[in-house]
């Protein structure tokens, strides 16, 4: 049934077909509107679950950690500061591998005290163990959050379901939404691998010596690299009912590109008019959209680019000291390949516009300089304003 939704009322919509029994989460903006969807749907009763109230974010993912190890499927969501609280117990959630599927809808962190687009808190945690997926539009965070029960479940590691504040967020678009009937053929209910049962009582999370630990860690470590063989496979699937398949990675007109533009979520729907555009006048240029980050999918990257001279990333995110943190995931990806020259670029932080000429800029910078500079060059500053 097509519907118009706004991008958080999808990713709700998609946690209430898959039949979640826990839901817990502290409103922060601009995640609010998917829990307080979720809120209603246990209200009257279209959820048959349980809305757990909390005082921080840190609850929250400490109230689904024991839900899910429970044995039951969970969903929370947060942002910025509030994803920076919970910190702590993603690592918990990890380590236990536990299948707790969030939304993050990516904000900046302060002070300044910012509440717009940034993808820097998301990817903060990218060494907490948990798979990360990056969602162009509505439909795409509808299906994702579906698909990331799926994997989770195979793999037994949480999954975080990543949405741009308010450029995907707050805004509407029409939206497939599958049928109650459908969405059960292909998430079935769910069989926890193990479970906290008082007729059959253990400890879960106890010490871990040096003896064993390291162990633990190589396990985490080997269903993520399961999760990047697993997730085509739960596509598959998924098409086969839906008729959608989104990919690892997203490559538009790239099989032939001398550039190629790369980057994650909803500014590559810029980037593809963009794309039209040099197209049309003649110029050979593609677009590398990732979409799964955790696992890094480096293969896929590297079948994706083809004959690509040069790789423009556009990061809306920085790491202080280093730049661009998808520039330098790709580099790392491409070292001892044969690739690409890659440049790296900063740009929309903070909620600034990426427009389709700004990414001219990047596209002819790129084009003009015969080697990439040796730090991120960033898009966009208003000089005027600029302080050491």
Same mark, same amino acid.
């Given at each position: 049934?097509?519907?118009?939704?706004?991008?958080? $009322?999808?990713?709700?919509?998609?946690?209430?077909?898959?039949?979640?029994?826990?839901?817990?989460?502290?409103?922060?903006?601009?995640?609010?509107?998917?829990?307080?969807?979720?809120?209603?749907?246990? =209200?009257?009763?279209?959820?048959?679950?349980?809305?757990?109230?909390?005082?921080?974010?840190?609850?929250?993912? /400490? =109230?689904?950690?024991?839900?899910?190890?429970?044995?039951?499927?969970?969903?929370?969501?947060?942002?910025?500061?509030?994803?920076?609280?919970?910190?702590?117990?993603?690592?918990?959630?990890?380590?236990?591998?536990?299948?707790?599927?969030?939304?993050?809808?990516?904000?900046?962190?302060? *002070?300044?005290?910012?509440?717009?687009?940034?993808?820097?808190?998301?990817?903060?945690?990218?060494?907490?163990?948990?798979?990360?997926?990056?969602?162009?539009?509505?439909?795409?965070?509808?299906?994702?959050?579906?698909?990331?029960?799926?994997?989770?479940?195979?793999?037994?590691?949480?999954?975080?379901?990543?949405?741009?504040?308010?450029?995907?967020?707050?805004?509407?678009?029409?939206?497939?939404? *599958?049928?109650?009937?459908?969405?059960?053929?292909?998430?079935?209910?769910?069989?926890?691998?193990?479970?906290?049962?008082?007729?059959?009582?253990?400890?879960?999370?106890?010490?871990?010596?040096?003896?064993?630990?390291?162990?633990?860690?190589?396990?985490?470590?080997?269903?993520?690299?399961? /999760?990047?063989?697993?997730?085509?496979?739960?596509? %598959?699937?998924?098409?086969?009912?839906?008729?959608?398949?989104?990919?690892?990675?997203?490559?538009?007109?790239? %099989?032939?590109?001398?550039?190629?533009?790369?980057? /994650?979520?909803?500014?590559?729907?810029?980037?593809?008019?963009?794309?039209?555009?040099?197209?049309?006048?003649?110029?050979?240029?593609?677009?590398?959209?990732?979409?799964?980050?955790?696992?890094?999918?480096?293969?896929?990257?590297?079948?994706?680019?083809? *004959?690509?001279?040069?790789?423009?990333?556009?990061?809306?995110?920085?790491?202080?000291?280093?730049?661009?943190?998808?520039? $330098?995931?790709?580099?790392?990806?491409?070292?001892?390949?044969?690739?690409?020259?890659?440049?790296?670029?900063?740009?929309?932080?903070?909620?600034?516009?990426?427009?389709?000429?700004?990414?001219?800029?990047?596209?002819?910078?790129?084009?003009?300089?015969?080697?990439?500079?040796?730090?991120?060059?960033?898009?966009?500053?208003?000089?005027?304003?600029?302080?050491?």
């Amino acid at each position: 049934m097509m519907r118009v939704l706004e991008g958080s $009322q999808a990713v709700a919509e998609a946690a209430r077909l898959a039949r979640v029994k826990v839901v817990s989460a502290y409103p922060i903006t601009p995640q609010t509107h998917i829990v307080e969807e979720l809120a209603k749907f246990c =209200s009257d009763g279209s959820l048959d679950g349980r809305f757990i109230c909390v005082e921080s974010e840190h609850s929250a993912m /400490a =109230s689904v950690i024991g839900a899910a190890s429970g044995g039951v499927r969970t969903f929370t969501a947060s942002s910025s500061h509030g994803l920076a609280l919970m910190h702590e117990m993603l690592h918990w959630a990890s380590a236990a591998r536990l299948p707790i599927v969030m939304a993050e809808v990516n904000r900046a962190l302060g *002070p300044g005290w910012n509440l717009w687009m940034d993808q820097t808190d998301s990817l903060a945690q990218r060494d907490t163990g948990w798979i990360q997926l990056y969602c162009e539009d509505g439909q795409e965070a509808l299906d994702s959050t579906l698909q990331a029960y799926r994997l989770a479940e195979l793999v037994n590691l949480p999954v975080m379901v990543v949405l741009d504040a308010f450029f995907l967020s707050h805004t509407y678009e029409p939206v497939d939404e *599958p049928s109650q009937e459908e969405v059960d053929r292909f998430l079935p209910p769910f069989e926890p691998k193990f479970r906290l049962d008082v007729a059959d009582p253990y400890v879960l999370g106890e010490v871990a010596p040096p003896y064993i630990y390291m162990e633990m860690r190589r396990s985490i470590q080997s269903a993520m690299e399961s /999760a990047l063989c697993l997730l085509p496979e739960v596509e %598959e699937e998924f098409a086969g009912i839906f008729g959608r398949r989104h990919g690892l990675v997203d490559a538009y007109r790239c %099989e032939d590109a001398e550039i190629v533009l790369a980057m /994650a979520g909803t500014a590559a729907s810029t980037a593809r008019i963009l794309v039209d555009e040099l197209r049309a006048a003649g110029r050979r240029v593609g677009l590398l959209r990732i979409r799964l980050f955790r696992p890094f999918p480096a293969q896929a990257i590297r079948a994706a680019l083809g *004959p690509a001279r040069k790789l423009a990333v556009l990061d809306r995110n920085c790491s202080f000291g280093a730049g661009g943190i998808f520039a $330098q995931e790709i580099r790392a990806a491409l070292c001892g390949h044969a690739g690409p020259a890659v440049y790296s670029y900063v740009a929309g932080l903070g909620g600034r516009d990426i427009t389709v000429e700004s990414l001219r800029g990047v596209y002819e910078a790129t084009r003009d300089r015969p080697e990439p500079p040796t730090e991120s060059v960033w898009v966009g500053l208003r000089e005027e304003i600029l302080c050491e």
